[in-house]
Nanobody
């Protein structure tokens, strides 16, 4: 199993970034992919989740209306399009996979249930 994020960087407030997550090596397609983020001194928080098999999603209140999660199953890719970024979005963003069969996206999915994590990608939003 391999999880690799890319696409982070420095952007001005109001700008956009698209994060990519390459998730491969699974022996089934019944898993979910969630983007988490962790800012300095803060707990890791869930941002947005997708179940590639059926396209169902969940997004946090801070992401709704600004971030869009999507997938390309043929490429084993999940994307997070982030618009109208603000300095509070500055964090390391992680892609994580819960590979337990029957799992689904939910606002109650804690980070502890995710089996596989990428190395993280830094997003910095300047004011």
């Amino acid at each position: 199993v391999q999880i690799v994020e890319s696409g982070g960087g420095l952007v001005q407030a109001g700008g956009s970034l698209t994060l990519s997550c390459a998730a491969s090596g699974f022996d089934h397609d019944d898993y979910v992919v969630e983007w988490f983020r962790q800012a300095p001194g803060k707990e890791r928080e869930g941002v947005s989740c997708i179940k590639p098999k059926d396209g169902s999603t969940w997004s946090s209140n801070s992401a709704k209306g600004r971030f869009t999660i999507s997938r390309d199953n043929a490429k084993n890719m999940v994307y997070l399009q982030m618009n109208n970024l603000n300095p509070e979005d500055t964090a390391v963003y992680y892609c994580a996979v819960d590979a337990n069969r029957g799992t689904y996206c939910s606002n109650n999915n804690p980070a502890a249930i995710y089996d596989y994590w990428g190395q993280g990608t830094q997003v910095t939003v300047s004011s």
